[in-house]
């Protein structure tokens, strides 16, 4: 099976394409740097992904920014988004408090991005 890739690695955004049978890379072209062939690799295999939210604050109309201290697996984002709308938080908050441990048993958690006072 071929596929097309749009690396997302660098601000260059190389079309690359792949050829997979059973899970199996045969080939992987287009890449011009080799962050694109790791990127590549990745999302062929196992795709991950950061991800990013806002939390609700007990008493203030702006919220949160929070987000995954590492990628965590594509296919749990969504999981982990509906996660993170449950939770409120009470200041005070301090960039890389954990605000939801272990998001969607993932091993990761969503962390604060900035101060709440």
Known sequence: MKMELTCIGC???CRISAEVIDGEILSITGW??????KYAREE????TRMVTSLVKVNGRELPLSVKTARPI???RVFD??????QVRMTPPVYI?????PNVCSTGVDVIATKEIW
């Open 44 to 47: 062929l295999t196992l795709p």
């Open 96 to 100: 890389g408090d954990v605000i939801v």
């Open 11 to 13: 601000p260059k955004g």
């Open 32 to 37: 011009e740097c080799k962050i694109g062939e």
């Open 73 to 75: 697996d594509k296919s």
């Open 80 to 85: 982990s988004l509906q996660e993170i709308a």
